[in-house]
């Protein structure tokens, strides 16, 4: 059984920053790409940003604008998002997921971390 862990949420002032952590354990043949995703009360889920394992340029949504940073560790099957320059838009439960293959459906989720940026 796969699960993805995700930590690192919390409350931040706007401005501040918060580093989010996601371990992948359990038997996974492959990981392709890792990706993280938010949703925000009463809004769909959406891309944040993506990573693929072949080393190709990290995928980032226009909304980012350069504030946070995707990395990845395959040999620990870890994900990190650094964020900085968080505003209040960004409060939304944030979800690690990873995939096999390098397109479609991700395969496995994990349970959320809340980020709440508020003054």
């Known amino acids: 059984q796969v699960q993805l862990v995700e930590s690192g949420g919390g409350l931040v002032q706007p401005g501040g920053s918060l580093n989010l952590s996601c371990a992948v354990s359990?038997?996974?043949?492959?990981?392709?790409?890792m990706a993280w995703y938010r949703q925000a009360p009463g809004k769909h889920r959406e891309l944040v940003a993506a990573?693929?394992?072949?080393?190709?340029?990290?995928v980032y949504e226009n909304f980012v604008e350069g504030r946070f940073t995707i990395s990845g560790d395959n040999a620990k099957n870890t994900v990190s998002l650094q964020m900085t320059n968080l505003n209040p838009e960004d409060t939304a439960v944030y979800y690690c997921?990873?995939?096999?293959?390098?397109?479609?459906?991700?395969?496995?989720w994990g349970q959320g971390t809340q980020v709440t940026v508020s003054s």
């Open positions: 997921a990873v995939r096999s293959r390098g397109w479609g459906d991700y395969d496995y």
């Open positions: 359990g038997s996974i043949f492959r990981i392709d790409t």
């Open positions: 990573l693929t394992s072949g080393g190709a340029t990290p």
